[in-house]
């Protein structure tokens, strides 16, 4: 059809006989970065339209997925939409979730809506309250909490004087690329009597009973230097408890293929406001489309040793940083401990594995990096839609029953 979406006639809409619509409309005039301007900001038009048209259409949809940012639930335009459901006979449920609840280890709060035409039913007890957690009847969708859950009872043993950690940390979990660290260097991380040795103390029978995935982990010290350059919202109580690591998400590429990721002493700079994770941790930040090009709430950015003198000297430099403000007076000695982290930027394909694109899927190959960070930042995630349209269809004949 050769128009936009605000030119479409009912007449037009009710000749393709939709019986489902999936809407993401743009976030922009909902955004917590945006100027808010809800109904008045011309890019909700397109929406506020197909909401005009629905309850003059003769073939309504059956079904309705809407999903937006945080910041969407309080707006008039949620409201609009929620009165022309009403309007149109729709048994509908609101959501507030994160693939962190579905076992992906990314914070992307997003505000969800499945709706159905009466007289069909939820497979759930639906409430006019937002729901925040996910219904029971869906838990046995979430492949991803179900993988985390099987690697989570397996024991592992560790030997607490190796500080060499490898993100690789056991065999049953999925091929991951250890720390380039050099063989003198691992000859000397595991000389239980060198001060880098940051667990040499702990009782070796203790950790043999416990279960856990790496050093990282585990280590109180390393814990401590780790969690200090993390940068993600003190406000932000979403839990990690059924994800999986972060390392089942990035890609198996040599050192070389990685070298155009890796952070730039410009992009050094910005250092304290970086959300920096080890391929270990279960919590990523949200990506948005500025990822790649500007630091600050973009994205979460990835740290490939972990070697224990480099991440204090890295954590004392952010906390001198801070108290001093003295980022323009940085010179070699001050980017060199940076440099040690070894930081560099999440690839598209990562951050689509995150998303939970399909493993087959392929960018085109004219476009940049940074056109492909600004694609991924408008997206959504994969899994979660899959689940709420499951939630949305099953018991009708649209739903597979898988």
Request: charged share 25%; net charge neutral; aromatic share 8%.
């Amino acid at each position: 059809m050769d128009c936009g979406i605000e030119s479409l006639k009912v007449h037009q809409l009710d000749s393709m006989k939709i019986d489902m619509i999936l809407m993401s409309p743009p976030c922009q005039p909902f955004t917590r970065v945006g100027k808010k301007q809800d109904t008045k900001d011309i890019r909700t038009n397109s929406f506020l339209h197909l909401l005009q048209l629905l309850p003059r259409l003769s073939h309504c949809p059956s079904y309705i997925l809407v999903e937006n940012v945080k910041g969407f639930e309080k707006s008039e335009t949620r409201d609009k939409l929620i009165d022309t459901l009403r309007t149109c006979n729709f048994s509908f449920q609101e959501f507030m979730l994160s693939p962190l609840q579905f076992g992906i280890p990314n914070s992307r709060l997003r505000y969800y809506l499945i709706a159905k035409k009466e007289p069909s039913k939820f497979p759930f007890t639906s409430t006019e309250e937002f729901m925040t957690d996910i219904p029971p009847c869906a838990l046995k969708w979430l492949k991803y909490r179900h993988r985390a859950k099987s690697l989570s009872s397996k024991s592992l043993i560790v030997d607490p004087n190796n500080t060499n950690t490898s993100v690789e940390c056991s065999s049953e979990l999925k091929n991951a690329k250890t720390d380039a660290n050099s063989k003198e260097e691992r000859t000397k991380n595991s000389d239980p009597n060198n001060e880098t040795s940051c667990s040499k103390s702990e009782d070796k029978a203790s950790l043999s009973t416990n279960r856990f995935t790496c050093r990282i982990c585990k280590s109180e010290c390393l814990q401590h230097y780790a969690q200090n350059m993390r940068q993600e919202n003190l406000d932000n109580k979403e839990s990690d408890t059924h994800c999986l690591p972060i390392m089942h998400f990035l890609e198996e590429k040599s050192a070389s293929e990685f070298e155009c990721f890796c952070l730039s002493r410009k992009d050094l700079k910005r250092f304290i406001v970086m959300d920096v994770v080890l391929p270990c941790m279960k919590k990523s930040t949200c990506f948005t489309k500025r990822y790649g090009h500007f630091m600050e709430g973009a994205g979460s950015v990835v740290q490939k040793t972990t070697n224990v003198q480099v991440m204090e000297r890295a954590s004392l430099l952010k906390d001198e940083a801070l108290e001093l403000q003295n980022r323009d007076q940085w010179g070699d000695r001050e980017y060199s401990i940076l440099e040690d982290l070894k930081l560099r930027y999440f690839t598209p394909k990562e951050i689509a594995n995150l998303l939970c694109f399909p493993d087959d899927y392929r960018f085109p190959k004219d476009l940049s990096n940074i056109q492909l960070y600004r694609c991924l930042g408008n997206s959504l995630n994969v899994h979660v839609v899959s689940v709420l349209i499951k939630l949305l269809t099953i018991g009708d004949s649209m739903s597979n029953g898988e």
